[in-house]
RNA sequence: CGGGGCGUAGUGUAACGGCUAACAUGCUCGGUUUGGGACCGAGUGACUCCGGGUUCGAAUCCCGGCGCCCCGACCA
């Protein structure tokens, strides 16, 4: 893509309602704008890299086994009332509105219910299962406090996969496997270093669930370290005798190193809990009724693209990861004022730039004519394109392109004959 | 939901209860520049969050709302 047709901009100055630095850089670079508190638009640079997170989700979900649907976000009260959810005492952030005939609606902030209700229509015998479901759709919660920019939003986008197992064993393996297809996610995402499994309480649905949290100043959980090599930690918040017990593990508190994280994804056993609601349930080979063994697998899009900003940036702006830019190149050219060198730059450049596209590697080129090239420079950096090929009277005189790495200070000169094997 | 802070051009800031609400940036036009948001000049842009009150006079003081940020609580 051109950069003279992106209709967004950079902004000099942070926005002064924003603390975070993930929206501060988002929006100065022009990838989000905010709407109100816990909401934010994406726009197309945003929005590219939204779909190169989801994509890489995806990719993992389906090859675990994931088929995707898309279910509704306007949801029945009738529904939640099987399970006791539709309650505000039990769930203090719902969305709710109502139908013109008055009869009342939820904005969905999850879909065990839902799914489980689908799910009745399909699941007879044991020849059904076990299968998973998942969706990328926007959840909505009503949070009392929305905060960190794009961390902690009242609308968001969550990937939720949900298994049904024909028993507990059948479901541990699953539940087992998909502790590796997140840690793939996280490591594809580029933050697979920091990423640690961590113990907490598993709040109604069992003893124990299993959260994903990133180590950073910019998280709201604080984690315990229990093994650095094998990327285990507990939850501060469900550190205790019971659980140390439970888990075997023979550790001080004192001696353990506590940590502020960002929470990145989680996974639940919901056991019986919503099949027993729903009453659904499989004839097994005895020709028995028995209830379908769920779980419940959370991960936020939305979240990972803040978290990614946190651990991803320096003073000048956001550095990337590969597999998420939301282009691979930045083609940047430095105007001349000798009228054939200038020619020759901009030839040049779009040469460049229609072979990468041939190529079908991502290319953001900036042919903006500018007053001044810092202002290009900077905006490089803000953006955080991995690479970055400059061309300019000076590097043509050598018949080359200058190519510097976002995250590396050195740049080095590159024949234009040989800038494709850059990428 | 408790506590604290804040609300002024697109953005970031300023303005004692008193001149036409100022400065920077952005944007437009003209010119000079050309490897880190460069320079000069001329323009453009504000119902000072909303509603009420006090006052000769309110961006400024008071009351009530709404919104934003932070700390805490909460976070199936």
């Given amino acids: 893509m051109k950069q003279s047709q992106l209709f967004t901009k950079t902004r000099k100055e942070a926005p002064k309602d924003e603390v975070s630095k993930n929206a501060q850089l988002l929006i100065k670079a022009g990838f989000v704008d905010k709407e109100m508190a816990g909401v934010y638009s994406f726009l197309p640079l945003g929005l590219l890299v939204l779909k190169k997170i989801e994509n890489i989700i995806r990719e993992e979900m389906n090859r675990a086994g994931g088929q995707e649907v898309l279910m509704t976000v306007l949801q029945d009260k009738a529904t939640w009332e099987k399970t006791g959810r539709w ?38 015998s044991y020849k059904d299962l076990p299968f998973y479901a998942y969706q990328i759709q926007t959840k909505f919660r009503n949070e009392q406090r929305a ?100 888990f075997s ?77 939301p282009f691979t190149v930045h083609l940047i050219v430095l105007n001349s004022k000798n009228e054939t060198a200038n020619e020759n730059i901009i030839k ?14 991502d290319v953001f080129y900036d042919d903006r004519e500018k007053s001044s090239f810092g202002e290009k420079l900077k905006d490089a950096d803000l953006i955080g394109i991995p690479i970055r090929i400059l061309i300019t009277e000076k590097t043509l005189k050598e018949d080359s392109v200058e190519v510097k790495k976002r995250n590396e200070s050195e740049s080095k000169m590159v024949k234009v004959a040989d800038v494709g094997s850059v990428v």
Avoid at 88 to 117: M, R, Y
Avoid at 348 to 361: L, N, S
Wanted: charged share 35%.
């Fill in 348 to 361: 040049t450049a779009e040469k460049i730039y229609k072979d990468f596209q041939e190529k079908e590697i």
């Fill in 249 to 325: 593990l023979n550790l001080k508190e004192s001696e353990l190193k506590k940590v502020k994280s960002i929470e990145v994804g989680d996974i639940y056993s919901l056991g019986h809990r919503f099949s027993e609601a729903f009453n659904l349930t499989y004839k097994n080979k005895e020709g028995k009724e028995e209830f379908v063994y769920m779980g419940s697998y959370g991960m936020s899009p939305t979240r990972l693209m803040g978290a990614v900003v946190e651990l991803n940036s320096d003073e000048n702006g956001i550095i990337w990861p590969e597999n998420i830019a």
């Fill in 87 to 124: 309650s505000d005492d039990v769930v203090d952030n719902w969305f709710k509105t109502k139908l013109k005939s008055g009869a009342e609606l939820g904005l969905g902030f999850t879909h065990e219910e839902v799914i489980a209700k689908i799910m009745k229509n399909f699941v007879s």
């Fill in 147 to 246: 905060k960190s920019g794009l961390m902690r939003c009242r609308e968001f986008l969550m990937k939720d996969l949900y298994s049904f197992s024909k028993n507990k064993e059948e479901h541990e393996e699953f539940y087992e496997k998909m502790k590796d297809v997140y840690m793939k996610v996280f490591d594809r995402l580029g933050m697979g270093e920091k990423t640690y499994l961590t113990i907490s309480s598993g709040g109604s649905f069992s003893k124990y669930s299993y959260e994903f949290q990133t180590l950073s100043e910019a998280g709201e959980d604080e984690v315990y370290i229990v093994d650095e090599e094998k990327k285990i930690a507990i939850n501060k918040d469900d550190f205790n005798d019971e659980i140390l017990a439970d």
